[in-house]
């Protein structure tokens, strides 16, 4: 048996710089594999522009239509707590930002810890709902296939475990520390080539929309 | 068409995967918000509709051809093969139930455009042999008699002499150096041939020298429908080469949505250069003659009217504003729908579907989100600006026992027109 702290150290030393490494390097390649593929260029006379309406609906498609939320206010509620609980959580948590300026030398300011504690119950809930919604909801069922439920648990372990780490809820806490890092580690080894992915896609698939409609003089 | 085999589908879609669809495709989280956009999964409830779920051969080919880790499922043997049977039972999906409206491609928060997806998807069917056989058909038709119901030119002149004769109009044809080219649509030509004289009332009090082309006169284009390059360049070479022939610098694209898609926006990339003269939509004209003064309108009913905005006019082609700027015209009492502009749903029956009888019955059936659309306006007359979307409305308000006069915006603009008492003789296409 491995003693908890010696796990704790191999997965916070070499294993995290492997991840890491794939991580940057498979996102490399996703975008390689994307960009290289190119885009004719447009010969038929331009309406609008491209580049303006691009970034448009890059930000735009951030919020719902009406209609479509009125449709489907399950997935959409869902996606947004999950979104932002686990966006908080991620990113304004002190002991993350202390991390970050560990290895980058610099940070930004975090928010309380009752605050952060708050957004990552909503992500884990949000998280739990949206699963609800793709185990029950026709359409999602239809879409679903196995690496929807990979994503599924690849994000929620680190939400969970990490939960479980702050909260000491789990003896002994180096323990359920490198559980949560190797759950990250996990999520970023997969993230390049699942659709995690979409975190970075969703900008140039934003764009592309807004532009080619914008070129037709069509806000999108 | 012939000699279509699924190798030849798979590389025809190998070739219509560029870095949008790649980026759409890796943006997908599969949350279905794309079926609460489609009239055709909010009307049936049937999730097999799911727009993006239209495109899964199309997404295989991309993960397998286009993906490192497509191509190690594929080494290991976990892909899932396209195969012939998949690719008939997507026909329904990509053609039956797709008019490539393009309103999932508003609502994707990821930002996939579904539609031009599933238009790029549909080459391949056409390569593979799995188009349906009455869009094949009328393919066939405009190539080798030059439109798609089959309408020569013949019948044309025959309506051109019936409306110049009941007019005492004139309607150019063949004019070199005219400015303006106008297409039409066989559905114009043969069901509401009052589009041409509209035009040549409107024309004739705006002083503007046009001409019809007798070796281009049809607009629409099957290739597009169908989703094949070949039918759709050779279609489109026609126009291009009539307009150029007569010198022109301006050609007018007929109200109907996908022939505007056709000469305006895909043309010049399906011939591979830019145009020598510059293509306009009738509403955009239309409203630039009113803008400048150079048609002036009377009368103005207060009936109660509502304007269908045609896909590939509004959401596709940006012809919004247009359209209601003319209805002012005509109209002090226009109600919109309560989706309307951009957000409106389709007739049903864009984007080759209302030739496909295999898709009748779900036509019929998806009409229904229409129905509502106009119910909920209380108007006593429908205006739009598609021929096509016009026949389709007409038959599904036949379909649901409901009346509602349909008119042609150009036509209305026509009738209200003021038009000068002394025919002038100026009026040239010299």
Same mark, same amino acid.
């Given at each position: 048996m491995i003693e908890p702290m010696d796990f704790l150290l191999w997965v916070r030393g070499s294993l995290f710089d492997v991840a890491v490494t794939v991580f940057v390097i498979g996102i490399i390649i996703r975008f390689f594999e994307i960009l290289s593929l190119g885009r004719s260029k447009d010969l038929a006379e331009a309406k609008g522009t491209e580049f303006v309406p691009g970034i448009k609906t890059i930000i735009t498609r951030t919020l719902p239509e009406q209609g479509t939320f009125k449709r489907q206010p399950l997935t959409i509620i869902a996606g947004y707590v999950f979104h932002v609980?686990?966006?908080?959580?991620?990113?304004?948590?002190?002991p993350h930002i202390e991390l970050f300026r560990q290895t980058f030398g610099f940070g930004w300011p975090g928010l309380p810890n009752p605050i952060v504690d708050a957004a990552a119950v909503l992500g884990i809930v949000g998280l739990l709902a949206a699963l609800w919604n793709r185990i029950t909801n026709p359409v999602m069922k239809i879409l679903t296939d196995n690496e929807d439920y990979l994503v599924w648990v690849l994000t929620f372990l680190p939400m969970i475990t990490g939960y479980l780490a702050y909260h000491r809820m789990v003896n002994p806490y180096p323990l359920i520390l490198g559980l949560h890092i190797l759950s990250i580690e996990l999520l970023m080894v997969f993230f390049p080539f699942t659709k995690l992915m979409h975190t970075f896609t969703l900008f140039l698939a934003r764009w592309y929309n807004g532009a080619m409609s914008g070129r037709r003089g069509v806000e999108s | 068409m012939t000699g279509a085999t699924l190798e030849r589908g798979i590389n025809a879609f190998k070739e219509q995967i560029n870095a949008p669809v790649a980026a759409f495709f890796s943006s997908c989280v599969s949350c279905g918000i794309c079926a609460e956009a489609c009239l055709f999964y909010t009307e049936t409830g049937d999730p097999k509709y799911t727009p993006i779920r239209k495109l899964e051969p199309l997404r295989r080919v991309w993960e397998q051809e286009y993906t490192l880790v497509?191509?190690?499922?594929r080494l290991l043997g976990f892909e899932k093969p396209v195969t012939d049977e998949l690719l008939e039972e997507w026909r329904e999906l990509l053609y039956d139930s797709c008019t490539l409206c393009g309103r999932c491609s508003m609502v994707c928060?990821?930002? *996939?455009?579904?539609?031009y997806m599933v238009r790029r998807a549909r080459e391949g069917m056409v390569a593979s042999g799995n188009s349906p056989v009455d869009v094949q058909a009328a393919a066939v038709r405009a190539v080798t008699i030059g439109s798609p119901m089959g309408i020569k030119l013949k019948a044309l002149e025959t309506q051109i002499r019936n409306i110049e004769a009941d007019t005492g109009l004139t309607i150019p044809l063949d004019v070199e150096g005219a400015d303006y080219m106008a297409l039409l649509s066989s559905m114009e030509v043969i069901n509401f041939p009052e589009y041409i004289e509209s035009l040549a009332r409107i024309f004739k009090q705006a002083g503007i020298s046009w001409t019809l082309c007798s070796e281009a006169f049809e607009a629409t284009n099957t290739g597009i429908q169908i989703g094949s390059t070949d039918i759709a360049r050779e279609l489109v070479q026609r126009a291009v080469d009539g307009a150029e022939k007569l010198r022109v610098k301006y050609v007018i694209?007929?109200? +109907?949505?996908?022939?505007y898609t056709a000469i305006r926006w895909d043309g010049p990339n399906l011939i591979g250069r830019p145009y020598k003269f510059r293509v306009v939509h009738i509403l955009e004209l239309l409203d630039e003659l009113r803008a400048n003064g150079r048609i002036k309108t009377r009368n103005p009913t207060n009936q109660c009217m509502t304007f269908h905005d045609p +896909?590939?006019?509004?959401?596709?082609?940006?012809v919004l504003e247009s359209p209601r700027n003319l209805m002012a015209l005509? *109209?002090? *009492?226009?109600?919109?729908?309560?989706?309307?502009?951009?957000? *409106?749903? +389709?007739c049903g029956g864009g984007g080759g579907v209302s030739a496909n009888t295999d898709a009748e019955e779900l036509r019929t059936q998806v009409f229904r989100r229409k129905k509502l659309q106009l119910e909920a306006t209380g108007a006593t007359k429908l205006v739009t600006a598609c021929a096509n979307c016009r026949l389709v409305i007409e038959e599904g308000l036949e379909a649901y026992n409901m009346e509602l006069p349909i008119e042609g915006l150009t036509e209305l603009v026509a009738q209200h027109l003021i038009e000068d008492e002394i025919p002038s003789g100026t009026q040239d296409s010299s």
């Open positions: 609980g686990l966006l908080v959580s991620l990113v304004l948590f002190i | 497509g191509k190690i499922k928060p990821v930002g *996939n455009d579904i539609a694209s007929p109200e +109907c949505g996908h022939a +896909c590939s006019i509004v959401r596709k082609g940006g005509v *109209n002090s *009492n226009f109600v919109e729908m309560p989706d309307h502009g951009k957000w *409106n749903w +389709c």
